[in-house]
């Protein structure tokens, strides 16, 4: 007898926490159909990053997609006359791109339903993570609620799941999970201002949780830093 096959759709920048999500969601014995974004990011180097990994870890198909979200501009990722800031902010900072994971998992709620995958992970974090709005569990739960409303297997007896399995983890828990699933992070690019080798600045919000995460993790950092 023949065991049907489990699809998932997987996003994955080529940072630190989406390449563990889908190592996790490969250790689940999931087929890992890999979705990346070039959305206009100051740092293509991620993207080169995310096809490694997807190569590393023997994804069925990487896609990876071009949005034009600088077109609208109005985060420091996105629009090049905003600074990325190298202090500690409070409320949702500059780097916040508007509305980009529900972006995001819109597009990767329609390739799930052409490839009758019915279920998506997301690498998003509400522990060690940069205050942003998109990446609450909250948000997590209406957008699950609102897809299985909006699509024809959500409506046919197919429920849609979005897999969150970093959402609840400290930095370091990730990269603990990640190594013991074997996890290169010399492959992952996480920084928001990373130069065209891959190098990081050591000085943005995302260089300072990652390189916390290892120091608490008692991992080794891999990171490349210009």
């Not at 390739?111 to 609450?136: H, K, M, T």
Request: net charge negative.
């Amino acid at each position: 007898m023949t065991t049907a096959v489990k699809k998932a759709v997987v996003l994955l920048s080529g940072g630190l926490d989406s390449a563990t999500a889908l190592a996790m969601a490969k250790d689940q014995g999931f087929e890992c159909y890999v979705l990346s974004f070039d959305y206009g990011q100051r740092s293509l180097t991620e993207l080169n990053a995310a096809r490694q990994i997807a190569v590393q870890m023997d994804a069925k198909e990487h896609r990876v997609i071009r949005l034009h979200l600088e077109d609208f501009g109005g985060s420091a990722l996105t629009d090049h006359s905003i600074d990325v800031p190298e202090e500690e902010v409070d409320g949702v900072p500059v780097t916040y791109v508007p509305a980009r994971n529900t972006v995001f998992l819109s597009l990767a709620l329609g390739w799930a339903e052409v490839l009758e995958a019915q279920n998506i992970f997301i690498g998003v974090n509400a522990v060690d993570y940069s205050g942003y709005p998109d990446c609450r569990p909250e948000y997590i739960a209406a957008f699950e609620a609102m897809a299985n409303l909006a699509t024809k297997s959500g409506t046919s007896g197919q429920p849609l799941k979005l897999q969150t399995p970093l959402i609840d983890l400290t930095k370091a828990e990730i990269i603990q999970q990640g190594m013991a699933l074997g996890v290169d992070y010399s492959l992952t690019v996480s920084c928001y201002q990373a130069d065209d080798e891959g190098r990081a600045c050591g000085q943005c919000d995302s260089c300072r949780l990652r390189a916390k995460g290892f120091e608490d993790a008692g991992v080794l950092d891999p990171t490349r830093y210009a």
